[in-house]
């Protein structure tokens, strides 16, 4: 059984929920969160068996940047939540030094669809057809 | 009759460092302007390209009504988004190139209140208002930017109120009026209470605006050129409590 593909989004519903929905349109689980703060306190509360597979979170959220919610993360759980894969979200390319995180992929927006699904299908993969691509 | 907002700029005599201030705030007004913009439309370029997927994989000749219905729904309204968004914008270099017009006419501003929050009760059936109007209090000015400055304080209440209640006051204590809108959201630190407001007045880097909205800002215009003022209590994590105060003596 696959672990689901996390998705925080607070800064718009929409794009938090039409992620999940291409996701779930290709039997991809999804566990929508809806901002950092959230995140931590669920995903802290989780055994490791049902950490998601991977974390996509958005960069603009208020309360806590998409940045500061990895950085958190990795710091306070570095052994075990804090190795999961994370696609980071934003809408202009970054500096080098302001994302030097390792295991960290970016999402330049707008999103891209065949993209987002390329990237899901790296950590979660189709239980029919591992070779497939959008 | 019209009157035209005095402005602190000068038409001659601009120093180089004035200058080159002016061009720093174009060029952040334009990171931040096509930064707000992506966000709708990577909703709206997701759900087309969906969309489009569940056409080119779909083998039956028809589709799921409520599924396509649902999808284009969203699109229309991240599409509308956007709109309002440019309108912002558009508004902002108005006012920074003091070309904000406003009218002066005698109109009912409780009616007004009544109006803009009849429009919140549709957009957001699930949110919670309570609400306090003093009826009939006349006011001279521009009715459709005064619209507008209720109807930005009421959307950043219910975008950081955290779904719960809000409350909404009209009242009137001899020549002044007060609108008051108190959320119990995330609240906002001393560093970000100055930030909402002076947008672009304050070097804040591109990177660090995170999404915040150019709404306040606007009304904030908007009050200041009626000789009002908008001010801000908050704790964080608490809630917020924004309080537009008007004086119906102060239309210039």
């Known amino acids: 059984m696959n672990k689901p593909i996390c998705i925080i989004d607070d800064d718009d519903e929409d794009v938090r929920s039409v992620m999940c929905y291409a996701l779930e349109f290709e039997d991809i689980k999804t566990l929508p969160l809806e901002n ?31 940045i500061d919610f990895i950085k958190t993360l990795r710091n306070e759980f570095p052994e075990s939540l804090g190795k999961i894969p994370i696609a980071l979200v934003t809408a202009r390319i970054p500096d080098k030094n ?11 927006k707008p999103i891209d669809l065949s993209d987002f699904l390329n990237l899901a299908r790296e950590y979660y993969p189709s239980p029919l057809n591992t070779h497939s691509s959008f | 009759m019209n009157f035209i907002k005095q402005s602190a700029l000068p038409k001659e005599g601009l120093s180089i460092e004035s200058l080159m201030e002016l061009l720093f705030y174009r060029e952040e007004f334009l990171t931040i ?49 956007m709109g309002k968004l440019v309108d ?9 190139s003091n070309q904000m017009h406003y009218l002066k006419e005698p109109f009912n501003l409780s009616e007004t209140v009544n ?25 001279i000015g521009d009715k ?10 009421l959307d950043n209440a219910v975008k950081y109120g955290k779904k719960l209640p809000i409350e909404v006051k009209l009242t009137q204590r001899k020549e002044t009026i007060f609108f008051s809108v108190t959320d119990l959201g995330y609240g906002i630190s001393e560093k970000d209470k100055k930030r ?29 050129a009626h000789g009002g003022e908008i001010l801000v209590k908050s704790d964080i994590a608490k809630g917020s409590t924004f309080k537009v105060v008007l004086k119906k003596g102060n239309a210039p």
């Open chain 1, 36 to 66: 950092g703060i959230v995140a931590l306190e669920y995903l802290s509360k989780l055994s490791p068996k049902d950490y998601p597979c991977l974390i996509v979170v958005d960069y603009t959220m208020p309360g806590m940047s998409g």
């Open chain 1, 98 to 108: 302001e994302y030097d995180l390792e295991n960290l992929k970016i999402l330049i």
């Open chain 2, 33 to 81: 302007a096509s930064h707000e913009l992506k966000t709708p439309l990577t909703a709206l370029k997701l759900h087309a390209q969906v969309f489009k997927r569940n056409s080119i994989k779909n083998t039956v000749t028809h589709y799921e009504k409520k599924q396509v219905d649902a999808l284009v729904e969203q699109m229309e309204s991240q599409a509308n988004r």
């Open chain 2, 88 to 96: 912002a914008m558009i508004d902002i270099s108005r006012i920074r």
């Open chain 2, 115 to 139: 109006s803009v929050l009849k429009h919140q009760f549709i957009e957001h059936p699930l949110q919670q208002f309570s609400v306090k109007l003093k009826e009939n209090i006349t006011f």
């Open chain 2, 144 to 153: 459709k930017r005064i619209e507008q400055v209720f109807s930005n304080v």
């Open chain 2, 196 to 224: 909402i407001f002076n947008y672009f007045q304050r070097a804040i880097p591109a990177s660090e605006v995170s999404g915040i909205g150019l709404g306040l800002f606007i009304a904030q215009e908007i009050v200041q």
